[in-house]
């Protein structure tokens, strides 16, 4: 790292440790294979080429690397999936369709260094045997789009795409596809069903996990853009030696962007869970702006459940439990479930005592009912309802009895779709009425709504 120079006011934090975003923001830097194999591009490529498959898979399974797009599903067990003697073709999809709201991560991957996520894109193809992969970019990505066309095209004139690539007998093309801007598509069996030509509807798992029944019925492997670029530092390490940053369970770095009421939002790098909340708020981020209070956090992106800056939460540590506050939990996958939430996406909004709930709650709501596929009855209908009604809070004609039909809709959506769009609609609602009710209800005084406009346009309107 002591090398490396970054652009004025783009430094990395020195709590951070850059292995993804080693070369975003650097000085001297720029998107072309020539730059890119400068620095030992594509040598983890040649590498793994010499291995055999399976040692390739066995690697990122020592290594603990858990999927970066939000379930956090270890990526070795999901490879080892694939059906034993299958004599299918064998897809990869890169997941890029990062649409959710909070989460802004993979873009600068795309936009700035295309050929790590090549590279790694190969090296896990190699692993699974598959011979073509897509990279499934949202439409709302045109540059990005553009960008890993160019960089495909470089790697296509370098003999690392192609027939026999690096004499190697392993024939692989990646081609990217544009998504039309639909959330659904983040959701790995509706971006299937998109890729196929097909309305965007989730499939019903089982039977259709893709990795035994994906992309035309054939063994697909489905990863998120961080996911992939984690494969090329694997090698490059070794999984021993990666499992090593982080936490046991909570291996390597991960990339978090932070949004709302801080002083220094934006993108930071850290090891998994040795970075509290705290520590990225009011260390890392510089704190909450004009001196605020901190009142709540979304942890992982806005499906994720609210914490309140006030709460206790009781997890494991050893054999003990132990109470801790919101500003202590470690930044990993398995505390924040314990707290109640999801590392999710690994975007952190935070929010200052500025903010209205019902607000924040009513903007959430507006964009799952838009965002609705419409394939299940519940979430077409309940997250409409849920819309409806926080509007009917925010513009002061609500009566308290609106809350609680709020929180009944939404549990009456929760578990009951083919997809975890359901839960991703209604686990706001209901985490933000079961932890300020109270103010929700305040909400529907009519002589009050004034209070529970936009925060942000009324700061500006006052001169702060």
């Known amino acids: ?41 594509y040598d983890q490529l040649k590498k793994a080429l010499t291995w055999e498959p399976k040692a390739v898979t066995d690697e990122v399974k020592k290594s603990g690397l858990r999927g970066r797009g939000g379930a956090g599903f270890p990526t070795g067990v999901k490879w080892g999936f694939i059906p034993p003697n299958n004599t299918k073709p064998v897809y990869l999809i890169c997941n890029a369709d990062e649409s959710e709201p909070g989460t802004f991560k993979d873009r600068y991957i795309m936009h700035q260094d295309p050929h ?7 090296i896990s193809c190699f692993a699974v045997g598959a011979k073509l992969a897509y990279i499934y970019v949202r439409e709302e990505f045109p540059e990005a789009a553009k960008i890993l066309e160019t960089a495909i095209g470089e790697a296509h004139k370098k003999g690392f795409l192609g027939k026999n690539i690096q004499g190697s007998g392993f024939d692989l093309e990646i081609y990217v596809h544009r998504g039309a801007g639909a959330y659904i598509c983040g959701e790995e069996t509706g971006l299937i069903e998109s890729l196929e030509g097909k309305r965007p509807y989730p499939r019903i798992k089982p039977p259709y996990f893709p990795a035994a029944l994906g992309l035309y019925m054939c063994p697909t492997i489905v990863n998120n853009v961080e996911s992939l670029c984690h494969v090329k530092h694997i090698m490059e390490m070794g999984g021993d030696e990666y499992a090593k940053l982080g936490t046991p369970r909570n291996t390597g770095t991960r990339i978090v962007g932070v949004s709302g009421d801080v002083v220094n939002p934006g993108y930071y790098e850290i090891e998994v869970g040795k970075v509290t909340m705290g520590e990225l708020i009011n260390d890392m981020c510089g704190g909450l702006r004009n001196g605020r209070r901190l009142k709540a956090v979304i942890p992982g992106g806005s499906s994720a459940k609210v914490l309140r800056a006030d709460e206790r939460f009781k997890i494991k540590k050893g054999d003990e439990e132990v109470e801790i506050g919101i500003e202590d939990i ?6 924040m479930m314990a707290c109640g939430s999801m590392a999710g996406s690994g975007g952190v909004i935070v929010m200052d005592d500025s903010r209205s709930m019902a607000w924040v709650l009513n903007n959430l709501n507006n964009f799952y009912a838009h965002e609705s596929c419409g394939q299940c009855t519940p979430c077409r209908e309940g997250s409409l309802w849920m819309k409806k009604l926080s509007d009917r809070i925010v513009e002061g004609n609500a009566s308290p009895e609106d809350v609680d039909t709020l929180e009944s809709v939404a549990y009456q959506i929760d578990g009951k779709t083919i997809c975890a769009f359901g839960e991703a609609s209604s686990w706001p609602t209901e985490s933000f009425i079961s932890k300020f009710r109270d103010e929700l209800i305040a909400g529907t005084d009519k002589e009050k709504k004034d209070s529970i406009k936009n925060p942000v346009t009324a700061l500006a309107a006052a001169g702060l």
Do not use: C
């Open 1 to 41: 790292m002591s090398q490396i120079t970054y652009k004025a006011g783009k430094e990395p934090h020195a709590r951070e440790h850059r292995l993804i975003f080693k070369n975003v923001d650097r000085e001297g830097w720029d998107t072309s294979m020539d730059k890119y194999m400068s620095e030992g591009g």
């Open 330 to 335: 470690p930044m990993d996958f398995d505390t």
């Open 116 to 122: 790590q996520l090549i590279e790694g894109m190969v």
